[in-house]
């Protein structure tokens, strides 16, 4: 059952959301040549700790950080450690916070140095991809047709769609229902969009095949080619004024 928040409870996750942005903003302006992503976490706590909010990442199934780290050919749900970031790479860095019981997760991918022009057009496809399916949130329509605006921009750009991973709704738990696949479905259309629905909306997008393996570590998240992945995301509130991305700086 899909659980719609009351404008109360948006003004407690838009805080949270905040958190989140500044989270975003410490972790890319540290996202270096020669800088660990345990450095990283570091910082991400830091932002935590000054804004007294909790981590909805920390101990979650065990995750043992409050970012997840994902560079290169790491899709999702990278552990942060002894990884020393290196020109050219990308990274994704994936966020949240918990501000009095309510949640917000989102996730930004960026350069480090100067990237290659194939990796800056894979960022900005995702990033295209993310913002068509939150355009499609005013629409008032059905999560099938957020799921096919991010289908849409990705196929056209010639990158695969990750299908293991989705997004979610999103309030006192960081994940619950419904959940919102990046391509079209035919259970999605049964979802129809409302006031009051929170949602977070999250492509995943990869240079090459689509088909992903978890590491050892049971977290880390690759692509089996090898291929570059992308992964951004925003937690969005579905109000009476329409969809407010409550992630952004």
């Not at 958190?19 to 992503?37: K, L």
């Not at 949602?199 to 088909?211: D, K, N, Q, V, Y």
Request: charged share 20%.
């Amino acid at each position: 059952m899909t659980l719609r928040k009351s404008p109360a409870q948006i003004r407690i996750m838009r805080r949270a959301g905040r958190v989140v942005a500044e989270m975003h903003s410490v972790c890319a302006a540290m996202a270096r040549p020669g800088v660990t992503t345990a450095e990283i976490d570091r910082a991400a706590r830091e932002v935590l700790a000054r804004r007294g909010a909790r981590s909805n990442f920390l101990g979650y199934h065990g995750f043992p950080a409050v970012v997840c780290t994902s560079p290169n050919d790491v899709v999702v749900h990278g552990i942060p450690g002894g990884y020393a970031l290196e020109e050219g790479d990308i990274i994704s860095l994936d966020c949240g916070a918990i501000i009095d019981g309510w949640h917000a997760d989102a996730a930004i991918t960026v350069g480090v140095g100067e990237i290659e022009p194939d990796a800056r057009r894979l960022i900005d496809t995702a990033v295209h991809s993310l913002d068509a399916a939150i355009a499609e949130l005013a629409t008032g329509r059905t999560l099938a047709d957020v799921g096919g605006a991010v289908e849409a921009v990705a196929t056209e750009a010639g990158y695969s769609i990750v299908r293991e991973y989705v997004g979610h709704g999103i309030g006192t738990a960081m994940h619950e229902a419904p959940e919102i696949p990046n391509y079209r479905t035919v259970r999605g259309r049964r979802t129809k969009l409302q006031t009051g629905m929170v949602l977070a909306i999250e492509p995943m997008l990869t240079t090459g095949t689509a088909e992903t393996a978890v590491l050892e570590d049971d977290w880390t998240v690759v692509t089996v080619d090898g291929g570059l992945a992308a992964h951004v995301e925003h937690t969005v509130a579905l109000t009476e004024d329409g969809p407010e991305i409550l992630t952004r700086p």
